[in-house]
């Protein structure tokens, strides 16, 4: 229900009553073909919203070239003719389809439903009111957004970065963080807004490609890439990119007044007053929670923070204040693009625990026509061409590609679409494929490992076999490596397509494969994210086995006493274990650990070694690692031989046992950043920072006259976080930096510590003389981590975390199918954000899990009996040990040979044995020597 919004919800949990406000379109969706004419004729433009008002668009529009619904729309706050009847109506002349509907009108609608998610999104801080950073003056000063549009290729200059004012290159770029964040003063947002230092590196990189020599330079206060991999990118945006970073707040934009250069005044970390001229200044700019969002929270009686986000426990992160109505994304706040994904997740399995008793009662399944048999038919092939905006368009000559396609063997129907994966184009491919009576398609687009599922869908409402598909990738393989170059481009792309065309040719119909589920979990670990996840699993009916190698459930929170908004660990982790012991779906193994693992998704078997040499042989459907991490015990800053420098957690429990040591110190110092964020280990733990703001808040509470003291690298109290930070320094805890080539000097003098480090402040060496110095370890992965994941398949990354399958697309899942994980196990991160990953998990789960089969891609390799020898060489190659070797009898005598089998179901169709098969005994279908042979001809041709 698009231009749609939520007016009401009325009711409870499972019986809510919604109330939608439908406005009016002023265009008939079933009469819209989208073919533009309308918005051709429209006279009048008005700054487009999409492109961050860096170019116009017209009265009537679509807001982008792959919205879904692809219909049009009126403005009718700039269209002619709705505030002035009689007036204009060019595209209701305009318009063959009769689709303009001048008298539409808002309609109302009541909707009966059994829970709700709100996931409203974020509006970008608007820095036109602040009027020291000069936009809305400066034409170039532009928003990050902005820039965002100026670097796509579907942008208002196509990708080429120029200057607003004059339309002169770009050479030297300024980025300013924390605009819209971390400052009450001007905008009153005193959080962080987690996103926009990583944004500003990825922009900054992606300008220096797109304008080679480009001098780029990022001011920052912390540089906050606390998520997974982000710091190694840090480190290649400055070692490899060469983007400069320059720790200093800017507070205000100049310009020369006469060439449209923008003057920069600020202090360095020298202590030095600079000024420097740039081109351009990019506005990195925050999130906050729109108005109309806080509007329908107070309609909606739903609690919000002090920074106007929902209010939400750490212990149940996607619940709001009202029963049944949950929330995801940055409506509970700031955070990114994979963290969104999985609270998305996260609320999914919420609703799914709510609505439980009700699964499938209005459920329906999705249905297609009946399959067209084409065995027996000549190939009619359709070829497809993408311009994907100038994605592709703006280097291949996709005209030339489609008259080219049309000159091919067997090639009947050609056809150019502006955006082969936008819903419109997917149902006219499928009406052109009844029309025209073609059997087999040709798709000429972007990569087939994300549009492919796509296309076979397509297929499959046309009548066609979903697998009678190819793909011509002239996107990633073409446009993409070969920017500079399109006329050679335009003529790889002819190559690509007569290539895909060669192979459909002898493309067949293929069947999937339906194997049956066992509707079972098994869940690794028996921490928080272990625990949630085989609860909220099992309170949806399903039995679920939790494994834990010792003998206590909670794993590593057991270590801790407050979430970083205040919850009692220990309280909501008692409470967890009570109902998780308490849960008749849930059966426990204490002191046990996987020894061995077999099968495939839907049909998996582990096996558990108890304490006292007992096994176990488990049957489940799906399995979810959530084995935790450890903390590093560290040999720096002498803490094996000065008893009182101590790890956080070990202050932790001297502090609540008010050790004396602890009851007498007046002086100490936190250092951040032990064995995390160096060479080997170059990642952030994520939690210490806001863990030792936390600690040095309680000491200096209980009393003002200790002096405390942290030495950081950057202060990464991200999102919400930041209040503490802002508390801490109130309070008079002083924070020094520190760079990785100055670490702190950590000594014995007699009854002191003398912790030696540079002050960014003074710029000379001080020392502190301590009491106590607390390191703030890092998080390692479990050291058999990789052996745990050798035996489902399943990787570990270069730091030793678990590797999902996509950090966007698929942040939970594994590679191999009905795997997944949560947790520490994945990487480091606070209590909410593994419950909201442990949560996600078990939502991926249970949509395997609540079917009674589940059917796997046809793309399976297939032994060919005539040519197979049984060397075994497929046997050897195979990394899903799908293959095995057996005994056949030899027809017509009484000896025995060996032949290969092949489990379809644990076959991911990789092609390694066929690659390796010296007989031709093994083929994987849809890549038949045949079609290879025939794709080889086709690239060999001129």
């Known amino acids: 229900m698009t231009l749609s919004e939520v007016t009401g919800i009325a009711g409870s949990a499972g019986d809510f009553t919604v109330t939608v406000k439908e406005s009016p379109r002023y265009v008939d969706m079933d009469k819209c073909i989208a073919c533009g004419a309308c918005t051709e004729k429209c006279p009048k433009k008005v700054d487009s919203e999409y492109d961050a008002e860096t170019g116009k668009r017209k009265a009537i529009y679509v807001k982008y070239a792959q919205a879904v619904p692809l219909k049009y729309q009126i403005d009718p706050d700039s269209c002619i003719r709705l505030k002035k009847p009689g007036a204009c109506g060019f595209c209701e002349k305009v318009c063959d389809a009769g689709a303009i509907t001048f008298d539409d009108t808002e309609k109302i609608h009541e909707i009966e439903v059994g829970a709700v998610v709100l996931a ?70 005193g959080y962080c807004s987690s996103v926009c230092c990583m944004y500003a590196i990825k922009e900054a990189v992606i300008a220096k490609d797109h304008a080679p020599g480009l001098q780029t330079s ?73 108005r109309h969002v806080l509007e329908l929270a107070r309609s909606s009686d739903i609690k919000l ?71 027996l038919e000549t190939p009619r092939i359709g070829v497809f061409v993408c311009h994907c905006g100038s994605n592709i368009a703006g280097i291949v000559d996709v005209e030339a590609v489609e008259q080219y396609a049309e000159t091919l063997p067997d090639v009947v129907y050609v056809e150019r679409n502006l955006f082969s994966c936008s819903q419109d184009t ?44 190819e793909m011509a990738n002239i996107r990633n393989h073409d446009s993409w490596v070969h920017s500079g170059d399109p006329k050679a481009a335009t003529s790889k792309a002819k190559d690509l397509v007569r290539m895909a065309v060669a192979k459909v040719v002898y493309s067949s119909s ?131 031989s000065i008893t009182r420098v101590v790890t956080s957690v070990q202050f932790d429990k001297l502090y609540e046992l008010k050790e004396i040591h602890v009851k007498k110190a007046r002086n100490f110092v936190f250092i951040q950043c032990v064995g995390s964020r160096e060479e080997g280990h170059m990642y952030c733990s994520k939690v210490c920072c806001t863990h030792s703001v936390q600690s040095a808040i309680a000491l200096k509470k209980e009393n003002a006259e200790r002096n ?48 030696e480090v540079w002050d960014h402040v003074l710029h000379r060496p001080m020392k502190i003389k301590a009491d106590m110095v607390i390191l703030a370890t890092a998080i390692r992965p479990k050291p058999d981590a990789a052996k745990l994941g050798q035996l489902y398949k399943v990787p570990v990354d270069g730091d030793g975390f678990f590797q999902e399958a996509h950090a966007k697309l698929r942040p939970v899942d594994f590679s191999t199918d009905g795997m997944f994980v949560a947790g520490l196990a994945h990487y480091p991160k606070p209590v909410d954000e593994s419950v909201a990953q442990a949560l996600a998990a078990s939502a991926r789960a249970v949509t395997l899990l609540s079917k009674m089969e589940v059917s796997l891609d046809a793309v399976k390799a297939t032994v060919d009996e005539d040519y197979c020898d049984g060397c075994a060489l497929c046997v050897d190659v195979c990394p899903y040990n799908a ?60």
């Open 305 to 375: 923070t002090a920074d106007n986000f929902a209010a939400t426990s750490d212990f149940a992160p996607v619940q709001t204040s009202r029963e049944g109505i949950f929330t995801c994304g940055a409506f509970a706040g700031p955070k990114d693009i994979p963290q969104s994904v999985v609270e998305g997740s996260a609320a999914a399995a919420a609703v799914s625990d709510l609505l439980a008793p009700a699964r499938f009662e209005l459920s329906t399944e999705a249905s297609f026509p009946e399959e067209k048999d084409i065995s």
């Open 883 to 942: 293959i095995t070797l057996v005994d056949r009898k030899v027809e017509g005598g009484s000896g025995e040979s060996k032949i290969i089998r092949i489990n379809k179901a644990q076959c991911k169709g990789c092609g390694l044995c066929q690659g390796t098969c010296p007989k031709r005994g093994v083929s994987v279908a849809g890549f038949t020597m045949e079609q290879v042979s025939a794709q080889i001809r086709a690239a060999l041709a001129t």
């Open 426 to 469: 997917q149902d006219m491919i499928a009406k052109r494929i009844r029309e025209q009576n073609l059997n087999r398609i040709v798709i000429a687009a972007c990569t087939p490992r994300t549009h492919e599922p796509l296309f076979r869908e397509t297929l499959k409402a046309a009548g066609l076999n979903e697998y009678l598909v």
């Open 708 to 755: 405390v003291y942290i030495l950081y690298r950057d202060m990464r109290t991200y999102g919400q976080r930041e209040a503490l930070y802002k508390e801490a320094r109130k309070l008079g805890i002083i924070f020094i930096n520190y760079e990785l080539h100055g670490k702190p000097n950590v000594t014995e003098n007699g009854q002191v510590i003398d912790v």
């Open 120 to 189: 409203p999104g974020f509006e970008a801080f608007d820095p036109t009111d602040s009027e020291v950073w000069g936009y809305g003056v400066y034409p170039n000063v532009i928003t990050s957004l902005q820039l965002e549009r100026y670097l796509s290729a579907s942008g208002p200059t196509e990708g080429h970065l120029v200057r607003p004012s004059d339309g002169k290159p770009v050479n030297k770029v300024a980025f300013l963080q924390c605009i819209g964040s971390r400052d009450e003063n001007l905008c009153g947002n």
């Open 218 to 290: 990022i001011f920052y206060m912390d540089m906050r890439t606390h998520g997974k991999e982000f710091d190694q990118y840090l480190e290649r945006a400055k070692n490899d990119s060469g983007v400069r970073f320059v720790r200093c707040r800017v507070n205000g934009v100049e310009t020369d007044g006469v060439s449209g250069d923008l003057r920069l005044s600020y202090v360095n970390e020298e202590g030095r007053q600079i000024e420097e001229f740039y081109d351009m200044v990019v506005l990195s700019v925050g999130l906050q929670t729109p």
């Open 510 to 640: 293929l069947k999937p494969i339906s194997v049956p589920i066992t509707q079972k979990g098994l869940v690794i670990g028996g921490g928080v994210a272990g625990m949630t996840a085989a609860l909220n699993m099992a309170e949806q009916g399903f039995e679920v086995h939790l494994v834990e190698r010792t003998d206590t459930l909670g794993g590593n929170a057991l270590n801790l006493k407050h979430t970083w908004s205040g919850e009692h660990v220990p309280t909501e982790v008692s409470k967890l274990i009570d109902r998780v012991t308490a849960s008749k779906n849930i059966v426990i193994h204490r002191r046990s650990e996987v020894i061995d693992a077999e099968g495939f998704v839907g049909n998996f078997k582990t096996t558990l070694k108890a304490k006292n040499g007992a096994k176990t042989v488990i049957e489940h459907g799906a399995g979810i690692v959530a084995t935790g991490a450890e903390l590093y015990i560290p040999t720096e800053y002498n803490y094996n």
